[in-house]
């Protein structure tokens, strides 16, 4: 397997500079994995293209919380010049109803503008089996698994308050429909068991290449509700692992305390060791992001929720964990977050949102849902779930 990540400078959201990068992190990693001795490489030519962005909410490309438009239009472009038959975008957030269209994140307006079609996620279902599957053998997705040949996601580069990290290979939980994507919360509440999904999709999507968009980047509190940092990068692979373990990296992170890059090198498919990865572009000293706000979380507490009871843990979830709690004086009661709280532990209160923390599993779908930033992520609380 490819072990090169291409990291590349780029500066703005132009769609002329991003291409260019697009085409030189495309001709080096393929060079570096003909070079290695492998034919691979993905062969878009006359082929069916998926690009997955990562479209969290729909909300303006300045918050940074999903793929900018401008990105998507380059890697479209790119993927006209590399002779693609046919080329579909498309994602369904979880938050959003079904028509969804990406018209307030500009990634619709784009596809119009392209000549391509947007599709979106939630118009039809489809089972895909997934016998190598260690957590999950089938999973219901988008029925546009159907009309293409390959997969190529264009994560954007965040914090994720779960995960810690969302990149590449995370970026494929957006084919699981809309809300479709809340029972997977309930069923793995653990970090490593949904990391050990994330993984079990990704075997079964196989997404040949990923290129990220790092312009504006994530930090703090993300993913909807963090800070946009310019950290001016572009990373592409067809490694997904591997640029997931760059990213991390680059944004000051050990990448072995990432979930899913620790459960998807267990599986030594795509590397045995996240030292095995190379860069190409740039050299690492270059492209690091110092003073990245990251989301803190001990490795300690990641390996002992591994090995302890679910009832266990839902005690210790409940006594000392991170948890939701309101901004009473935010929150406008639009009910967002109780529609799709997955472990219905929220409801609409006289003046607020009552939390039933002994129900809640802390997925954080609720801080990702609100548009309004009323939810923070907090380790002390009131007995009605609001900051004092
Ligand atoms: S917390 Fe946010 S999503 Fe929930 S009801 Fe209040 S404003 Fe809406
Ligand atoms: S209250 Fe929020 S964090 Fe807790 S289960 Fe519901 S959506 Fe998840």
């Not at 957030?93 to 996620?121: A, N, T």
């Amino acid at each position: 397997m490819n072990k090169k990540v291409a990291v590349l400078r780029c500066e703005e959201y132009c769609c002329d500079t991003i291409l260019e990068k697009m085409r030189e992190a495309w001709s080096l990693t393929h060079e570096a994995q003909v070079a290695g001795g492998k034919d691979n490489f993905p062969d878009v030519r006359n082929k069916r293209v998926l690009l997955k962005p990562n479209v969290l909410q729909d909300a303006p490309p300045d918050k940074a919380i999903s793929t900018h438009p401008e990105f998507l239009r380059a890697a479209i472009r790119l993927m006209k010049e590399l002779g693609a038959a046919e080329i579909i975008a498309g994602d369904s957030p979880l938050f959003q109803k079904p028509g969804f269209s990406g018209r307030i994140c500009g990634l619709g307006d784009v596809c119009i503008e392209e000549g391509i079609e947007w599709y979106d996620f939630s118009s039809g279902t489809t089972i895909i089996n997934c016998p190598e599957g260690k957590m999950v053998n089938q999973f219901m997705v988008s029925d546009i698994v159907n009309r293409i040949d390959m997969i190529i996601s264009l994560p954007k580069l965040k914090t994720h308050q779960l995960m810690l990290f969302t990149g590449a290979i995370k970026n494929q939980f957006g084919l699981i429909p809309g809300m479709s994507k809340t029972p997977y919360h309930m069923l793995f509440p653990a970090q490593k068991n949904f990391a050990q999904m994330l993984v079990d999709l990704h075997i079964t999507l196989n997404p040949v290449y990923a290129f990220m968009d790092g312009i504006i980047s994530m930090e703090g509190p993300g993913p909807a509700n963090g800070i946009p940092i310019k950290s001016g990068l572009i990373l592409a692979s067809s490694n997904l692992l591997a640029l997931d373990i760059t990213a991390s990296r680059l944004i000051g992170y050990d990448p072995d305390r990432i979930p899913v890059n620790r459960i998807a090198l267990d599986s030594g498919r795509w590397l045995k060791s996240s030292s095995e990865t190379e860069i190409c572009g740039m050299k690492f000293d270059e492209a690091r992001i110092h003073q990245f706000n990251k989301i803190k979380l001990t490795g300690s507490r990641i390996q002992l929720l591994d090995f302890l009871t679910p009832k266990i843990i839902k005690s210790l979830q409940t006594r000392l964990s991170p948890k939701p709690v309101f901004r009473s004086g935010k929150c406008t009661q639009c009910g967002e977050c109780v529609r799709i709280c997955p472990a219905e532990a929220l409801e609409i209160a006289d003046t607020a949102i009552n939390i039933d923390y002994d129900k809640c599993i802390r997925c954080f779908c609720c801080h990702e849902a609100c548009p309004f930033d009323a939810i923070a992520i907090k380790r002390s609380w009131n007995k009605k779930g609001l900051i004092p």
